[in-house]
């Protein structure tokens, strides 16, 4: 058992890496490693939900980065709040345990108006005019405040977008420090982004990435110094999860371009260029990386039927799932779609629905994560001759998503203690249990 323990959500982490990151193998080196499994789909919001509870998307909801409300017909991407996650987590369990045992949770996506103690995430303020003002939601209420006073305001266009580094991740650690000093929490669960940038921009194994990995690594250190200081001799445990790996991809697919060629796909055409209607499409694809989940209006059986038909055998499409195949991934939630594509291991999804770039929607050509239908990587790159973002989705070198069938597709999970991890190769749902046994749970 240990009296606090850090846990550090590092996307893109790998066994490999650790060779070349001296601060992350120096306080590892005493410890254990394990292989970590991520379950599928291997993204950020279902691989966070999936650690935090110990259960798969089928219990938890969280099925994909972003939602399709049926009722509603709306997408929801990224912005959906801690209640969408439909089990207890980590520091809910905690609480109820031991009141003393108090969480402060650090940009996990989903963590707004989660139950830890103390929370800090990208909250930003969207005003009338159609522009942002930078905040982070926080709890309690007013250390944003103070965190603004002492280091400036989180810089989101750090974060993501094309001009995504390091300065996100190091404001996420200065600020982790500051509320370790303030409020000494027995947990903390830390997401660190860096290392997926450069990898989906270039490749996995390209020089930026590379680079990437002595920036993290050095950001750690600081991270291990300020925790240090902030308490003393009493060295925490660590837990350093790699959410997914991220693998080198040299082609692309483009569902909702299928569909509509298909005639199930419904286009309004509007002064801002070609817009989908997923309310009353028979069918459309919320696509995430190296996944999509097409929902089919009113779950005519007819139409998924069709589907099924039209991507059985596609260019790029490895697995299509429906019905009870959705069991074979614990994928079968209400939230989930009529049928699910997945990719081969080379090959990602993108959400474009235009058949001429000349149609393609304003926003498309911005990093706007909310309006678009699915994950878009190629915000990350930047088009200086049309000052936007390019739409070219095969620039994209590297994704993650599919089922995690061979090594390249697993993680690392680390301890900076011996006798901690139960066995060389874990599941991304086994973190949980692995944080609440330290505290007696």
């Known amino acids: 058992m240990n009296d606090r323990v850090v846990l550090l959500s590092v996307p893109g982490l790998r066994g490999g890496d650790v060779a070349q990151m001296p601060r992350l193998r120096q306080l590892t080196s005493a410890g254990d490693q394990a292989a970590l499994v991520p379950g599928f789909p291997c993204v950020t919001c279902p691989v966070q939900a999936n650690m935090t509870t110990g259960y798969p998307p089928s219990e938890h909801g969280v099925v994909a980065n972003g939602f399709f409300w049926r009722e509603k017909g709306e997408v929801e991407m990224w912005t959906a709040w801690n209640d969408c996650i439909q089990r207890p987590q980590i520091w809910d369990i905690l609480r109820e345990h031991d009141h003393a045992l108090t969480s402060a949770v650090w940009f996990p996506l989903h963590s707004k108006g989660c139950g830890a103690e103390y929370v800090c995430t990208p909250a930003p303020v ?48 200065d600020s982790a420090v500051l509320a370790a000093q303030a409020y000494h929490p027995r947990f903390q669960y830390i997401y660190l982004p860096n290392l997926d ?105 007819a139409v998924i039927n069709r589907v099924v038909d039209l991507f059985r055998g596609y260019e790029g499409i490895e697995e299509v799932l429906t019905g009870a195949e959705l069991s074979k991934y614990d994928l079968a939630n209400e939230r989930s779609g009529d049928v ?64 995690p069938h061979d090594a390249r597709q697993r993680t690392v999970l680390l301890s900076s203690q011996r006798g901690v991890l139960p066995s060389q190769t874990l599941a991304d749902v086994d973190v949980c249990d692995l944080v609440l046994r330290q505290f007696g749970v």
């Open 340 to 403: 699910i594509l997945i990719s081969r291991a080379d090959s990602w999804q993108a959400y474009y629905w235009w058949l001429d770039d000349a149609h393609a929607p304003g926003f498309a050509r911005t990093v706007d994560i909310h309006r678009k239908p699915g994950y878009d990587p190629v915000e990350l790159f930047f088009d200086p001759v049309a000052r936007g973002i390019p739409l070219d989705a095969t620039l994209v070198r590297g994704s993650h998503g599919a089922p």
């Open 197 to 301: 940038y450069a990898a989906q921009k270039f490749g996995p194994d390209s020089p930026q990435a590379t680079t990437a990995l002595a920036e993290l690594d050095a950001t750690l250190g600081k991270l291990i110094d300020g925790e240090r200081a902030a308490f003393g001799n009493e060295e925490p445990l660590w837990l350093i999860a790699g959410e997914y790996p991220i693998v080198p991809v040299n082609h692309v697919t483009y569902p909702n371009r299928v569909l509509r060629q298909a005639g199930l796909l419904e286009i309004r055409t509007l002064a801002d260029g070609e817009q989908l209607d997923p309310a009353t499409s028979p069918a459309f694809a919320l696509v995430d990386h190296q996944f999509s989940h097409i929902f089919v209006r009113d779950r005519d059986q």
């Open 126 to 173: 969207h005003n009338p005019d159609g522009s942002e003002s930078l905040w982070c939601f926080t709890k309690p209420t007013e250390l944003y405040g103070t965190l603004r006073d002492a280091l400036g305001h989180f810089p989101l266009q750090h974060f993501w977008g094309p001009i995504a580094n390091i300065r996100s991740t190091e404001w996420i650690v």
